[in-house]
C-alpha cells in the first residue's frame, strides 16, 4: 500500500511539475462562524466564537508568518465591545496595518442568497462596513460566500457596487461544478446584471470540490487530519483543553505523511485552475478558538514541505485572500466571461436544496415585516432630523431603536436564518430580536408623530401620519379614535387600509374635516370585531391624520353616515368535492374596472378573469394540494429543512369549500374556505381575495387582486402549495425575481429523478407565467418556493411540517416540525404582455411597504406633513433615505490619522450625514418609455424634506468617494468599456436602467 501511495504521489508531482512549473500555494486561516443554525448567538459566543478572535490575535502577534481571515462581524463586534481588553484591541490594529488580519465580505452576517431581498442583503452589508470603516478605516474588497445555499446573479452586482475587486463562492449544483472543475471553468467574470454588464461585473471563483474546509482525510491515521484543536464543545468549553477529534500532531513521525499528504491534495486542486497558484483554505466551522495548537501544527508542516519544494514541485505560504487574488490577478489572463445567471443550489437526483425557499413561513414573513417597518422609521427619522435638528425626540435614543432593528434584520439574513434551516431555539432566538426591536421602532414612530415640534409649542392637529399593521382599537366614551398613516415610498400613491374595529359602523374623515371613502364589514377573522377599509390619498413619503368616529349602531343611508358603506356578507352553499359531477353550470361574476371575475357555483372554486382592457378571458382556478413526503431514511429519500423530495404528485387537499361573498363600494371581498372532510366543520385552509372598486383603469390599485391565505397546522410530513390553473400555454415556463432585483426565465427541465423538487426556484417578490398575449403575475411580501409542474400552472409552496429519523437531523434538532399557522399574503395581476411590466415593479415595493398605520390618543402639533411630496418618476425608487450614524468621512486619509489619534470608544455618531439610495426598477428593453435612463435633479426631489447644500456620490456601503473607487480590471473575451460615473452640475444625476446609485446628502438644518 505504501509503495503504491508514493508512485501516485510521484506521478501527480512529476506529471504537473512538467505541465505547470512550480505550485504556489495560498494556505488561508479562517474560521466559518454560523450566526446562529444549530446555537444561538449567545451560546456560540460562549462556547467558542469569542475564543476564535482572541487566540487569533495572540497567536498572529507571536509569530509575523501567520495570517488570518475574518468574515461575519457580527461575533466579531460582540468580541470587540464585550471580550477584547486593550491590548487585544490596539493588537488587532497593528495586524490590521501590517495585513496580516484580513476582514473578507465586512457585512454583519454572510447572508443567504436565494430567499433574501434587496434592501436586507444592503443593509447588512452597510452595516458592517459602517463599523469597520468607523472603527479601523477598512474597506474590504474580496468576497467569501462559501456557505450560502446556491448564488445569485444579484450579489456580485452588489459587490462591485461596494467597491470588491473579486467573488468567491462555493455551493452550486454538484452536476455544474463538476462540468467547470473538468474544464477549469471554476473562476470567470461575472455579470450579473444584462443592463449593467461590464459596468458592474466581477472576476468570480469557485470554490472545487472541497469547499472551504480542509481535506480531512489521513491515509496514515484514523483521525481527522488539519483539525489539531478538534471539534468545539457546547455548552461548555472543556476545562482540561481536550477536544473530540483532535488531529494527530504533527511530529518527526507524522511531518512526512503530513505532507506528502497535503501536497497530494495541492495537486489535484491545481489540476481544475488556469494558473499556478492554489487557494488552499484552512479551517472550517467553528475552528480556530484554540489557534495556539492549529499554528503550532501547521508551522512546522509549511515549513516542511517549503523546504523541500523542489521535490513536492509545490511552495506554500500563509496568506489572505486579497494576496490569492492578487495573483490571479497578475497573470493577465484572458477569462470567460458569464452573462446574467445564476448558480442554483445543490440538485442532486434525491436531493434538492429547494425545501428552504419556504421553511418556517413565519419567521420569513416577520423579518421582512421588520425590514420594511425599519424603512419606514428610518426615512420619518431623516425628515426630522432635517427640519427639526432640535426637537423633543432624543437623537441618540432615535437611532439606537434604529440601530437596534438594523441589527436584527440584518442578523436574520444568515444563510441559516432566514433560509428556516435552523434549530428551533435559534429561530426563537431570531423571533425575539426582531419582535423586540420593532417594539422600541413603534415607539420611536409614535414619538415621532405625537410629540410637539419644540417644548414651548402648542397647537391643533396638523396633516400628519404614519403606518402600521391593521390592530383593534378600543375608544372611549367619545367613541372617536385618531389615526395617522405614513407613505415610506417617493410616490403618490391611493391605497386601501384595514383598520379592525370592535363598533359596526364608523365614519372617516381627513385633517381637512373632509369625509373619506369607507367600508365597515363583519371580520372574517372574528365574531366580535369589523374591519374598516379606508381609502387613503398619501404623497410621496407624505403623513395625515384621519379621525374615525364609531357609532353603536348600524347606519342607514344619509349624511350621518358620510362616504361609509356597510357591507354585508352573502353565505353560498358549500359544495363537496365528491359531487362535482358538473362544473361550470352557475357562473357568478365580480366586477371592476379592470377585470370581470366569475366563480363557479358548482365548485366555489374561481372560474376565470376577463382582463377588460385586453378583453381576453383566462381560465383560472385556485385551490390547496398537498405534497405527503418520507420521513424514514430507511425508506427513501426525504424532506427536511434544506431538501424537497416529493414522494409522488401533489394530492388535493381539501373535500369541501365553503364561499362568502361580501360585496362592497370600496373592496368586494371573496371568502373562500376548504375543508380537509366533507363533515368538517373548521376549516382548515382558506383565501380571502379582495376585489378593489372604484378605481379607474391605468390605477394600479385597479389592477390588483389581493389575496390572503390561512393554513395550519398541518399534518407531519406533509408540504402545502398553492396551485393556480390558467389557460396559459407556458410550456412550464416560469419567471421569477433574484432577491427583488432582477427577472429569471425558468425553464422547466425534464430530469430522470426527483424532477418535481428539481424544478423549484425561490420567489422573494415576484413569480409570473405568460405565453403569446398575457401574463399572470403573483406578487409575495415573503419569500416562498414556486414552480410549475404543468401547462398554464404556477404553484406557491406556503407551508412545511416534516419530522424524519436521520441521525444528524435529529442530533441538531433540525427535523422541521413546525405545527404553527402562517398568513402569507400574495397579490394577483393579470394584463397583456405591454402592459404588466409597468404595473409588477411598483406593486411588489408597494406591498412590500404599505402605508404605516399608527393610533394616537390626541392631536397635536406633532411632525407636520411636508409642503410638498417627494415624488420620484415612476422607473426610479428612493432604496434607501436614513441617517447612518457611522463616523463616515469624505476625506479618507483624514479619516486614517483621526482613528490613529482617537482614543477607544470616543467616536460619536454623526446625526447629519444623510445616505440616499436611488434605483432604476427597469431593465433595457423591457419597455420603451420606462427603460430609458432618468436624468433628475435631487435638490429639487428632496426640497420638501430641505435643503440640499452637498451632494456626493459614494459606493454601495458609502465607504468609498465614487471618484477614488478603483475595481481591478480583468480580461475577457468579451471586452467592454466600464465608463465613468458622477453627477452632473446643479445636482442633477442620470441614473441608467438597473443602477442604484448611492449619495451622502447634506441638507440646510433649519
Known sequence: MGLITLALFMFFTCSYAERNGPIQTFVIPHSHMDVGWVYTIQESMHAYAGNVYTSVTEELTRNKQRKFIAVEQEFFRLWWDSVATDKHRQQVRQLLKEGRLEFIIGGQVMQDEAVTDLDDDILQLTEGHGFLYETFGVRPRFSWHVDPFGASATTPVLFALAGFHAHLISRIDYDLKDDMQENRKLQFVWRGSPSLREQQEIFTHTMDQFSYCTPSNLPFSNSSGFYWNGVAVFPDPPKNGVYPNMSLPVTKETLRPYAETMVRNIQQRAAWFRTNHVLWPWGCDKQFYNSSVQFANMDPLVNYINQNSKEFGVTV????????????????????????????????????????????????????????????????????????????????????????????????????????????????????????????????????????????????????????????????????????????????????????????????????????????????????????????????????????????????????????????????????????????????????????????????????????????????????????VNGDVSAGPISDNYVFSANSSAVRAYKAIGLEIVPGKVITEIRQYFYREETDEVYSFSVTTRVPQGFPRGRPLCHRLEQS????????????????????????????????????????????????????????????????????????????????????????????????????????????????????????????????????????????????????????????????????????????????????????????????????????????????????????????????????????????????????????????????????????????QRSSVGTGGDFNVTILPKEIRTFFVSFKLK
Not at 439574513?413 to 413603534?442: C, F, R, W
Not at 407551508?799 to 402569507?824: C, F, K
Not at 435633479?937 to 468617494?961: A, F, M, P, Y
Open 709 to 976: 391565505y390561512s393554513l395550519g397546522p398541518l399534518a407531519v410530513n406533509t408540504e402545502v402549495v398553492l396551485r393556480t390553473r390558467t389557460g396559459l400555454k407556458n410550456n412550464r415556463t416560469l419567471f421569477t425575481d433574484d432577491n427583488g432585483y432582477q427577472m429569471m426565465k425558468r425553464p422547466y427541465r425534464p430530469f430522470v429523478d426527483n424532477i418535481i423538487a428539481r424544478n423549484y426556484y425561490p420567489m422573494v417578490r415576484t413569480a409570473y407565467i405568460e405565453d403569446d398575449s398575457s401574463r399572470l403575475v403573483l406578487l409575495s411580501e415573503r419569500a416562498h418556493g414556486v414552480s410549475s409542474q404543468a401547462e398554464g400552472e404556477l404553484e406557491v409552496m406556503l407551508h412545511r411540517r416534516l419530522w424524519n429519523n436521520q441521525l444528524w437531523n435529529l442530533g441538531y434538532n433540525l427535523t422541521l416540525n413546525d405545527s404553527s399557522v402562517v398568513r402569507p399574503s400574495l397579490w394577483m395581476t393579470l394584463g397583456s404582455l405591454a402592459a404588466t411590466p409597468s404595473l409588477h415593479q411598483r406593486e411588489a415595493l408597494e406591498l412590500q411597504h404599505r402605508p404605516v398605520v399608527m393610533p394616537i390618543d390626541r392631536p397635536q402639533h406633532g411632525m407636520g406633513a411636508p409642503l410638498r411630496p417627494v415624488v420620484l418618476p415612476d422607473n426610479l425608487h428612493l432604496l434607501t433615505l436614513c441617517v447612518p450614524g457611522w463616523a463616515y468621512s469624505s476625506n479618507h486619509t483624514l479619516h486614517l490619522r483621526s482613528i490613529g489619534k482617537r482614543d477607544t470608544g470616543t467616536t460619536q455618531p454623526d446625526y447629519n450625514r444623510v445616505l440616499m439610495r436611488i434605483m432604476h426598477l427597469y431593465e433595457t428593453g423591457v419597455d420603451p418609455v420606462l427603460s430609458q435612463p432618468v436624468t433628475i435633479n435631487i435638490k429639487e426631489v428632496l426640497q420638501s424634506v430641505g435643503e440640499v447644500r452637498v451632494l456626493e456620490e459614494r459606493s454601495l456601503t458609502g465607504t468609498w468617494d465614487i471618484s477614488d473607487l478603483r475595481r481591478w480590471e480583468w480580461k475577457t473575451s468579451e471586452r467592454g
Open 317 to 628: 505560504q500563509y496568506a489572505t485572500l486579497s494576496e490569492y487574488f492578487q495573483a490571479v490577478h497578475q497573470t493577465n489572463l484572458t477569462w470567460e466571461c458569464v452573462n446574467d445567471h445564476t448558480m442554483e443550489t445543490h440538485r442532486k437526483p434525491f436531493q434538492a436544496w429547494t425545501g428552504f425557499f419556504t421553511s418556517r413561513n413565519v419567521l420569513k414573513g416577520v423579518a421582512r415585516k421588520a425590514s420594511s417597518k425599519l424603512k419606514a422609521a428610518e426615512t420619518l427619522f431623516t425628515q426630522y432630523r432635517v427640519s427639526y435638528p432640535d426637537g423633543p425626540v432624543p437623537k441618540e435614543e432615535a437611532l439606537q431603536k434604529l440601530k437596534a432593528l438594523r441589527w436584527a434584520v440584518s442578523e436574520v439574513q444568515h444563510h441559516d436564518g432566514i433560509t428556516g434551516t435552523e434549530s428551533p431555539k435559534v429561530a426563537n432566538m431570531y423571533m425575539e430580536h426582531l419582535t423586540q426591536a420593532m417594539m422600541g421602532v413603534d415607539e420611536l414612530l409614535a414619538a415621532l408623530f405625537i410629540l410637539p415640534q419644540g417644548l414651548d409649542t402648542v397647537g391643533d392637529s396638523d396633516a400628519s401620519g404614519q403606518n402600521s399593521i391593521p390592530m383593534v382599537y378600543r375608544v372611549g366614551i367619545d367613541l372617536e379614535q385618531h389615526i395617522v398613516v405614513y407613505n415610506p415610498l417617493a410616490w403618490n400613491t391611493t391605497a386601501v387600509i384595514n383598520v379592525t374595529v370592535t363598533f359596526p359602523m364608523a365614519t372617516v374623515f381627513d385633517d381637512q374635516g373632509q369625509p373619506v371613502p369607507a367600508q365597515i364589514q363583519g371580520s372574517a377573522e372574528s365574531n366580535t370585531t369589523y374591519d374598516l377599509f379606508i381609502v387613503v390619498d398619501l404623497g410621496g413619503l407624505q403623513h395625515r391624520k384621519y379621525l374615525v368616529r364609531f357609532s353603536e349602531k348600524p347606519c342607514e343611508e344619509g349624511p350621518e353616515c358620510g362616504l361609509t358603506h356597510q357591507a354585508w356578507v352573502v353565505p353560498f352553499e358549500r359544495q363537496n368535492v365528491s359531487k362535482w359531477l358538473k362544473t361550470g353550470r352557475r357562473l357568478l361574476p365580480v366586477l371592476n374596472e379592470c377585470y370581470k371575475i366569475k366563480l363557479d357555483q358548482d365548485t366555489n372554486l374561481l372560474h376565470s378573469i376577463t382582463d377588460r382592457q385586453a378583453m381576453r378571458t383566462v381560465t383560472v382556478s385556485q385551490d390547496f394540494w398537498e405534497y405527503q
